[in-house]
């Protein structure tokens, strides 16, 4: 799941940024945003953890769950630039994220082995 988290602040961690610094605010209220920032982005890549509680039997490498993490993130950013979701609906794109992180918790990229039959 570490992965997974790291990949999702990772693309969303350029727009956080952009909003700070563009801001006028002071050092206190711009260390509680980023507090604020890391918890917020944990909700998203619950969904992940709450299926693995449920005995989801899927398997990804670090990698996998860190590119995941990143088209997760990206995808959000995506739905508000193109408008498909409006900046009023951040909870539905937070929601999106946590039904895509749980829907992960039960691939695996774990090949199957062919044996021939003798």
């Known amino acids: 799941m570490l992965y997974l988290y790291l990949g999702y602040i990772a693309a969303q961690l350029y727009a956080v940024t ?7 605010i002071s050092a206190l209220a711009i260390f509680f945003s980023i507090v604020v920032f890391f918890l917020w982005s944990s909700f998203p890549v619950a969904g992940y953890l709450l299926a693995k509680l449920l ?11 860190f590119v995941f993490g990143c088209s997760f993130g990206v995808l959000e ?8 979701l409006s900046y009023g609906q951040e909870t539905l794109g937070t929601f999106i994220v946590f039904c895509l992180s749980f829907a992960l918790a039960y691939f695996s990229d774990n090949k199957p082995t062919f044996k021939p039959a003798l």
Request: no cysteine.
């Open 77 to 84: 950013n995506t739905l508000f630039h193109y408008n498909i």
């Open 55 to 65: 005995r989801a039997k899927g398997a990804l490498n670090p990698k996998l769950l």
């Open 18 to 24: 952009e909003k700070i610094i563009v801001s006028q």
